[in-house]
């Protein structure tokens, strides 16, 4: 018969054999809800807005999963690969990357509800500089399946960048500063594409009345919080 998504069915049975006798009592009875629509999985950390990916060396990546009812979520499947160097997946049984790229179909494995899984999460370890991709798909009791996979591609990032001023020197004496100017590098290095020093914050303080420079003089004090001090262009900081 032609199902309908949604639509709820009874079976019942009888039987009659070839002496006449009929099934008596109660018929064989079934009821079952019709599921045919996929489910949705979706990756929350990563962010989508992030490139690269800040957290401890053990991380813990997590997303949503749903199901239009009468659907039931069933497990949220995820897969994580190595972008950088040996191309490798996520091998959950070693608990690194260790799992041939050459088999993707194997290398998926359960998340772990927290604590239904409409909202999902597993944990692996990752090196600082790399780059990743992150997957994830969901199934409902009725065994469809997200065919859209949620994907991340992400480089591991747990260092912060890093400033330097190269004007004046340390030490100098100057008669004249119609300039400061600096360095700021963004870590780690590494073959993955670099990530990008969003902003520089400079405080200047002036020894003897202790005043700090807020760009149109000198006055009270200024933090290097990213709303105060003075921000400088990135690009020729």
């Known amino acids: 018969p032609t199902l309908t998504d949604g639509a709820s069915i009874v079976v019942r049975s009888s039987a009659t054999d070839t ?16 599921d045919n629509s996929s489910p949705t ?34 497990r949220v499947e995820v897969r994580a690969k190595r972008l950088t160097g040996a191309v490798k997946y ?18 998926w494995f359960n998340a772990t509800a927290n604590p239904t899984w409409a909202t999902w999460q597993a944990t692996m370890t990752f090196t600082a500089g790399d780059q990743y991709s992150f997957e994830a798909r969901s199934f409902d009791e ?48 590494g073959p993955a594409a670099p990530g990008t020093v969003l902003d520089v914050r400079l405080r200047v303080k002036r020894l003897d009345t202790n005043q700090y420079w807020n760009g149109g003089g000198w006055g ?10 003075i921000s400088v262009y990135t690009s020729s900081w």
């Open 19 to 34: 002496s006449g006798l009929s099934q008596t009592g109660a018929p064989g009875l079934a009821s079952f809800i019709v």
């Open 90 to 107: 996520w091998e959950y049984a070693d608990g690194s990357f260790t799992h041939d790229a050459g088999t993707p179909d194997t290398a």
């Open 142 to 189: 009725a065994g469809n399946m997200y065919v859209t996979y949620a994907t991340r591609t992400f480089v591991y990032d747990p260092t912060a960048p890093q400033t330097g001023v190269s004007v004046p020197a340390w030490g100098s004496v100057v008669k004249a500063l119609p300039s400061i100017t600096g360095t700021a590098d963004e870590l780690p290095a």
């Open 220 to 229: 009270g004090v200024v933090t290097l919080a990213k709303a105060d001090g």
């Open 41 to 74: 999985a979706t990756i929350t950390k990563p962010s989508v807005a992030r490139e690269r990916f800040n957290g401890a060396a053990v991380a813990t990546l997590s997303g949503g999963a749903s199901d239009n009812a009468p659907g039931q979520l069933n």
